[in-house]
C-alpha cells in the first residue's frame, strides 16, 4: 500500500521523464556495478531531500521535485549524481540490510535510551553513502554543494561557508561523526 501510494503520486524517471536523471542513475550503477533495478522517483514536495525505500524487492529513491529542479541543469548534473550515488552507493554496501529491525527500532526511539547506539549507526551510515557519491561523482565542489542543499535548501546553500560547518562539528564532539 506504501509503494502504490508513493508511486501513484509521483514521476518515475525513465528514458522519456527526466531522461537526464535516468542517464544519471544508469552511470551510476555501471560505476559501482549495481546489476540490480533502482527505480527513481520524484515527488512534488516543498522541502529539498531525497531518501531510499526499500519495499520487499524493489529499492527506490524518492527524490523531491525542489532538489532535482535545481539539479537537472547540465552543470549541475554533478550534484545529481552525487545524491543518487550516495543511495545506490548503500545498496550495494548492503545498508538496507537491517530495514526491519531499524523500523522497530525508531518506533522505540521516543524511549532515548536507543538513541546512543542508534544515532552513530545511522551518522556512520550516511557518511559511508556520502564517500560513496563522492567517489562516484568525482568532484568535491559539487558534492558539497547537493550536501548543502540537503542541509539548508538550494536558495541559501550558496551561503554555507564549510569553515562554519567544520566549527560545528568540533562543538558536537563525538556525535557528529
Same mark, same amino acid.
Given at each position: 500500500?506504501? @509503494?502504490?501510494?508513493?508511486?501513484? *503520486?509521483? $514521476?518515475?524517471?525513465?528514458?522519456?521523464?527526466?531522461?537526464?536523471?535516468?542517464?544519471?542513475?544508469?552511470?551510476? =550503477?555501471?560505476?559501482?556495478? #549495481?546489476? @540490480?533495478?533502482?527505480? $527513481?522517483?520524484?515527488?512534488?514536495?516543498?522541502? $529539498?531531500?531525497?531518501?531510499?525505500? &526499500?519495499?520487499?524487492?524493489?529499492?527506490?529513491?524518492?527524490? *523531491?521535485?525542489?532538489?532535482?529542479?535545481?539539479?537537472?541543469?547540465?552543470?549541475?548534473?554533478?550534484?545529481? @549524481?552525487?545524491? !543518487?550515488?550516495?543511495?545506490?552507493?548503500?545498496? =550495494?554496501? @548492503?545498508?538496507?540490510?537491517?530495514?526491519?529491525?531499524?523500523?522497530?527500532?525508531?518506533?522505540?526511539?521516543?524511549?532515548?535510551?536507543? *538513541?546512543?547506539?542508534?544515532?552513530? #549507526?545511522?551518522?556512520? !551510515?550516511?557518511?559511508?553513502?556520502?564517500? !560513496?557519491?563522492?567517489?562516484?561523482?568525482?568532484?568535491?565542489?559539487?558534492?558539497?554543494?547537493?550536501? #548543502? &542543499?540537503?542541509?539548508?535548501?538550494?536558495?541559501?546553500?550558496?551561503? $554555507?561557508?564549510?569553515?562554519?560547518?567544520?566549527?560545528?562539528?568540533?562543538?558536537?564532539?563525538?556525535?557528529?561523526?
Amino acid at each position: 500500500l506504501l @509503494k502504490a501510494s508513493l508511486t501513484a *503520486n509521483a $514521476v518515475k524517471v525513465s528514458p522519456h521523464n527526466f531522461p537526464e536523471i535516468y542517464d544519471v542513475l544508469q552511470d551510476v =550503477k555501471y560505476v559501482l556495478d #549495481y546489476p @540490480k533495478d533502482v527505480q $527513481v522517483y520524484i515527488v512534488e514536495e516543498g522541502t $529539498v531531500n531525497a531518501f531510499l525505500a &526499500k519495499f520487499f524487492r524493489t529499492e527506490l529513491i524518492v527524490l *523531491n521535485s525542489e532538489l532535482v529542479e535545481d539539479m537537472i541543469e547540465h552543470d549541475k548534473l554533478l550534484q545529481a @549524481k552525487w545524491v !543518487i550515488a550516495r543511495f545506490v552507493g548503500a545498496l =550495494k554496501a @548492503k545498508h538496507t540490510r537491517f530495514f526491519f529491525i531499524r523500523v522497530i527500532i525508531n518506533s522505540l526511539e521516543k524511549l532515548q535510551i536507543f *538513541n546512543i547506539f542508534l544515532l552513530p #549507526y545511522e551518522r556512520a !551510515i550516511q557518511y559511508s553513502g556520502d564517500q !560513496i557519491g563522492l567517489a562516484v561523482c568525482k568532484d568535491l565542489d559539487q558534492s558539497l554543494m547537493a550536501f #548543502y &542543499k540537503f542541509m539548508v535548501g538550494n536558495e541559501l546553500s550558496h551561503r $554555507v561557508n564549510p569553515t562554519g560547518i567544520m566549527e560545528q562539528e568540533k562543538e558536537m564532539g563525538f556525535f557528529a561523526s
